[in-house]
């Protein structure tokens, strides 16, 4: 059975009540213990800061959330002074879409710094507005010489590890800010909607763990109001919020979302939840992530309703957004010989190669929420990721992902790099055919990064079928280290504009590169 997001038409809602309990030395938005559209007094105001995402060389869609109903102006600028500034006219937002709202901003120019403005007007007078709330990006360039720069990371707020006041908050988010990227690939897990936020934890060495709290991170998301409370949970942190206004973002989902090792058509023998469908759960989810993420193919006016897409920065660089969540089998033992539907189901994976076919870029990252060579288990028998610990000849989901490896070095498809998170450590594997079961394949790199504020883990097992040789991992010998115990992992990618190669750095909070490898451009492997 294959999954396929429901994207609800935006129909109106009853208000949705929330709470905060938050530090004041963390600067979070105050928007006061009621929900939104009962604070009807003032001005509409913009608390929660503002979002970027999807930025092409002429194309990017801005985010915000209000406080009450309000119309959402959005100004853009080539200078701070807005001077000749063009106004975007954005949608009413109101309990709907849990006062989030999106503008798309359309013929922009290339490899260009753009400054941008959100302003909220009361809807009954445009005249009453509230505090513009700033932010900048950088379309994505026009030339291959101007090179580009971003990082990528996944798991936030996951086993427990949340907005911590005693140590800054998501401090991880203030030191890749200010390595100024041109965008940030965020792997999934951008929340822990099974995880549940407590007010203290006691660390193995007797320290205590202090977290920023609310209602909604008290139990595990079922409801809409859940779902969107987790998902607003990670936007009281000022680094975040900060972060967000100057580094445009591409997103993509994994199963924290909806909840640990999720796939669809599963029943939940959970006593947590009362609600046992996960399709239901997912739906749920779904729109929350919605409203929350400037997605592309997610946004009201598509009629894609998907997360898979390409976001196309400039001659050097495609992003392949996979979804490796919506469209998956059963978690099983894997060891079936014949698997049409696989991780990534039949229709994405000929969606996924005819896009690589066409793109001229030289580099073609494919940004996935799962590793392919890592075992990662489910329970005692199943799997959750592709590997499933066979070092044989490809069964189960390994058949789809040999099917694409074959297509990538039979039509001479240069420059694929693989990049995800999931795991909960940093590492660097090298395939390459001489090593695997499975031979007919280019030799490739796949790059793990992550977590940014969640537990980490001890290094996975390697599945041999596709010939995967961990040349760098760095990884903790015990389950759940927190952020207090070790540095949390992101990772850099940096085009050069006049070679044309790729470096890739593993770095570590604190501003150490942990490991780092140069690849060349033009090669079907590397």
């Not at 801005?62 to 080539?78: Q, Y």
């Not at 001077?83 to 503008?103: I, K, N, Q």
């Not at 260009?112 to 379309?139: A, C, K, W």
């Not at 693989?418 to 594997?429: E, I």
Request: charged content about 25%; glycine content about 8%; some cysteine.
């Amino acid at each position: 059975m294959s999954y396929r997001p429901r994207i609800p038409s935006l129909d109106r809602r009853g208000v949705l009540r929330g709470s905060l309990a938050a530090s004041a030395a963390l600067a979070l938005p105050v928007v006061g213990a009621a929900a939104p559209a009962f604070a009807l007094s003032g001005r509409p105001r913009a608390a929660w800061g503002v979002q970027v995402g999807d930025v092409t060389a002429s194309s990017a869609l801005v985010w915000v959330r209000s406080d009450r109903p309000a119309r959402m102006v959005v100004e853009t600028s080539a200078t701070e002074s807005f001077r000749r500034a063009r106004t975007w006219h954005g949608p009413l937002v109101g309990s709907d879409t849990d006062f989030t709202g999106t503008t798309p901003l359309y013929g922009l120019p290339p490899g260009e710094q753009v400054h941008y403005r959100v302003t909220l007007s009361d809807p009954e007078d445009p005249r009453r507005t509230g505090e513009p709330v700033y932010g900048t990006f950088r379309t994505a360039p026009a030339r291959r010489r101007d090179g580009v720069r971003f990082l990528w990371s996944g798991d936030i707020a996951g086993q427990g590890w949340g907005i911590n006041p005693d140590i800054g908050g998501y401090v991880v988010y203030d030191e890749m800010r200010r390595l100024d990227p041109d965008f940030f690939l965020c792997s999934g897990d951008n929340i822990y909607a099974d995880g549940v936020i407590e007010p203290s934890v006691t660390l193995p060495d007797g320290r205590v763990w202090r977290n920023v709290t609310t209602q909604e991170k008290a139990k595990v998301a079922e409801t809409l109001a859940e779902y969107r409370g987790n998902f607003r949970y990670n936007l009281l942190d000022r680094n975040l919020r900060e972060f967000n206004a100057q580094v445009p973002s591409i997103v993509q989902w994994d199963d924290h979302e909806v909840r640990n090792n999720w796939y669809p058509g599963q029943i939940l023998d959970d006593s947590r939840y009362t609600e046992k469908n996960v399709d239901v759960l997912a739906d749920r989810s779904m729109r929350a992530f919605r409203e929350y993420f400037p997605v592309s193919t997610l946004h009201a006016s598509s009629d894609e309703g998907r997360m898979h897409r390409v976001v196309r920065h400039g001659p050097l660089l495609d992003v392949f957004v996979l979804d490796m969540r919506s469209f998956r089998n059963t978690n099983s033992p894997g060891r079936q010989p014949d698997d049409t539907t696989g991780i990534l189901g039949a229709e994405q994976l000929s969606w996924l190669k005819h896009e690589l076919s066409r793109s001229r870029a030289v580099w073609k990252v494919i940004a996935a929420d799962m590793p392919l060579g890592l075992v990662v288990t489910d329970g005692a028998t199943d799997f959750e990721a592709v590997a499933q610990g066979d070092p044989g000849a490809p069964l189960g989901r390994e058949l789809q992902i040999a099917e694409l490896l074959r297509y990538i070095k039979h039509r001479r498809i240069t420059g694929t790099v693989w990049l995800t998170a999931d795991v909960h450590y940093t590492s660097a594997q090298h395939y390459e055919p001489e090593r695997a079961a499975f031979k007919d394949f280019a030799p490739f790199w796949e790059f793990v990064s992550g977590p940014l504020a969640a537990g980490q883990f001890p290094a996975n097992a390697l599945d041999a079928t596709f010939g995967p040789d961990r040349v760098f991992v760095r990884a903790p010998d015990r389950a759940n280290v927190s952020p207090m115990e070790s540095p949390q992992f992101f990772g850099e990618v940096d085009i050069d504009g006049d070679s044309g190669e790729l470096t890739v750095r593993l770095r570590a909070q604190g501003g150490s590169v942990l490991f780092s490898k140069v690849l060349q451009p033009g090669r079907v492997g590397q």
